[in-house]
């Protein structure tokens, strides 16, 4: 299977007031629909739609996005299989690891940007230096 397509449909962020006291940032993605359909130039292909929600508890802020993962099924997967699955709300673990790393990939870079931007704390932590590797750090440029 092959990604061949990803847009959003939903962005939004919302600071619904000053961080104060104990904070706790939940993240929660979602598969809503998964649709079968036919492109003219790729021919059969898989859409999933998603939902990524990052929540600052207790109702400090939330940072949403809805949008779409096209996927190419190889020639030999059995899509009728994948939609009976579907129908269970159940998704083989390649399909759903595929899906939810590219998801969260595309949307943790976005979710970074707009919490700098909303200056909330980063939902994931980021790389920092030690003392003790900054003294042996080296620029390569």
């Given at each position: 299977?092959?990604?061949?397509?990803?847009n959003f449909k939903k962005i939004s962020a919302e600071r619904k007031s000053d961080?104060?006291?104990?904070?706790?940032?939940?993240?929660?993605?979602?598969?809503?629909?998964?649709?079968?359909?036919?492109?003219?130039?790729?021919?059969?292909?898989?859409?999933?739609?998603?939902?990524?929600?990052?929540?600052?508890?207790?109702d400090h802020a939330v940072i949403a996005f809805e949008g779409n993962v096209l996927?190419?099924?190889?020639?030999?997967?059995?899509?009728?299989?994948?939609?009976?699955?579907?129908?269970?709300?159940?998704?083989?673990?390649?399909?759903?690891?595929?899906?939810?790393?590219?998801?969260?990939?595309?949307c943790n870079l976005r979710a970074l940007q707009l919490e700098d931007e909303f200056?909330?704390?980063?939902?994931?932590?980021?790389?920092?230096?030690?003392?003790?590797?900054?003294?042996?750090?080296?620029?390569?440029?």
């Open positions: 299977m092959r990604i061949i397509g990803f961080l104060k006291g104990k904070l706790q940032i939940k993240t929660h993605m979602d598969i809503e629909k998964l649709e079968k359909e036919e492109l003219d130039i790729a021919g059969e292909i898989l859409r999933f739609s998603f939902v990524y929600a990052i929540n600052y508890d207790p996927i190419k099924p190889d020639k030999d997967y059995d899509v009728k299989k994948l939609l009976k699955e579907w129908k269970k709300k159940k998704l083989p673990e390649e399909v759903r690891l595929l899906v939810f790393n590219f998801v969260m990939t595309k200056s909330l704390p980063s939902h994931i932590p980021l790389p920092r230096i030690s003392k003790e590797q900054a003294g042996n750090a080296s620029y390569t440029g």
